[in-house]
């Protein structure tokens, strides 16, 4: 089955990086539009980044555009999501997520396939 993994949460202060991963089985990354989404408790999960497959477009969400980029190692199966200038609002539980659907990038439901999250946490 499809088995997607993440990586590289942690606790940082605000301005600093991270780069998290999503290790995909099951399926080649390159076959599929991925995304990653966040999600702290109380609110709902909200579109971060999104790339296609085929043409490698991307989309970012305005809060994170210019600071975050999402990017594929396809000999490693795996999808990255490069985190700078981070700050406290970031704060949340990252999942990476699959879809064979085009367009609707921001729209979770369109997504069959997701990891269990990997936590993040910037500190002021």
């Known amino acids: 089955g499809q088995v997607l993994v993440e990586s590289g949460g942690g606790s940082v202060q605000a301005g600093g990086t991270l780069r998290l991963s999503c290790a995909v089985s099951g399926f080649n990354v390159s076959s599929k539009h991925m995304a990653w989404f966040r999600q702290t408790p109380g609110k709902e999960r909200e579109w971060v980044a999104s790339l296609t497959s085929g043409r490698d477009l991307t989309y970012y969400a305005d809060s994170v555009k210019g600071r975050f980029t999402i990017s594929r190692d396809n000999a490693k199966n795996t999808v990255f999501l490069h985190m700078n200038d981070l700050k406290p609002d970031d704060t949340a539980i990252y999942s990476c997520?699959?879809?064979?659907?085009?367009?609707?990038?921001?729209?979770?439901?369109?997504?069959?396939?997701w990891g269990q999250g990997t936590q993040v946490t910037v500190s002021s």
């Open positions: 997520a699959a879809t064979g659907a085009w367009g609707f990038w921001n729209q979770a439901q369109k997504y069959p396939y």
